[in-house]
């Protein structure tokens, strides 16, 4: 009997709803208290007018200033990455979009023909030339 109610202590109801009946959403702490600890809140929680106060952590708070501070640390340069990630793409995708109107004007007024066209004349008149 004792190792049944040593095995309830570990076993702990986890919410479903939340104070105003709606099912709870999951979400992740990104605060500097608490870096990377997932929570259940109210799906309101983030509207600033909304009553239900509702939210349950499911991790493990930690408790050491060092290890809480890298965690934050690590968070704030994964989104300084992501940002960076965000503008290089933004970069290439425009680069991308100049060159391929650049290439439909091109194509379109012949321009990408001519170069190759006077390249083969000349290469044609040389051959001409020296097999004379």
Known sequence: M???SS???WIRH???HCFCGLPVVERTSRTPANPARRFLCCPKHSESGS????YNFLDPEIRYGYYRNEMHSLYVQLQQARREMQVQEYTYRSRIHELELELNERTVTGDCYKKPV???IMV????YFLTQ
């Open 2 to 4: 004792s190792s049944s």
């Open 7 to 9: 095995t309830s202590n």
């Open 14 to 16: 986890i919410p479903t």
């Open 51 to 54: 009553q239900c106060r509702f």
């Open 118 to 120: 006077v390249v083969f």
């Open 124 to 127: 044609v008149f040389v051959m």
